[in-house]
């Protein structure tokens, strides 16, 4: 699976932005789709999945704020991202998985397929 991400750029702290991920070849329904991040320095962070049946999962310090989503039609997961804050600066990743279980969802090595990335700056 092909993925594209985009959708990232420099925002003010509270505002928003909204990333796209694209794949070719494949449909997202078949596939659970996550987005991570990695800042400088740091390791990658799972910050939101989309499993197979619809299901939806978040980590803790993005719940509330950042909503993921699928549109079928256009073979397009999302992330809007609200209420931005600096620590969000990071470059984030879409990533795709046909087998991963849910209990594993926010683990990035289950997902074999990913996209290239898309920077997210947060000013204060």
């Known amino acids: 699976v092909q993925l594209q991400a985009s959708g990232g750029g420099l925002v003010q702290a509270g505002g928003s932005l909204r990333l796209s991920c694209s794949a070719s070849?494949?449909?997202?329904?078949?596939?659970?789709v996550a987005w991570f991040r990695q800042a400088p320095g740091k390791g990658r962070e799972f910050v939101a999945a989309l499993s197979r049946s619809g299901s939806t999962y978040y980590a803790d310090s993005v719940k509330g704020r950042f909503t993921i989503s699928r549109d079928n039609g256009k073979n397009t997961v999302y992330l809007q991202m609200n209420s931005l804050k600096p620590e969000d600066s990071a470059v984030y990743y879409c990533?795709?998985?046909?087998?991963?279980?849910?209990?594993?969802?926010?683990?990035?090595?289950?997902?074999?397929?990913w996209g290239q990335g898309t920077q997210v700056t947060v000013s204060s």
């Open positions: 070849g494949r449909t997202f329904r078949n596939y659970a």
């Open positions: 990533a795709v998985s046909r087998t991963v279980i849910l209990s594993a969802i926010a683990d990035d090595n289950m997902y074999p397929d």
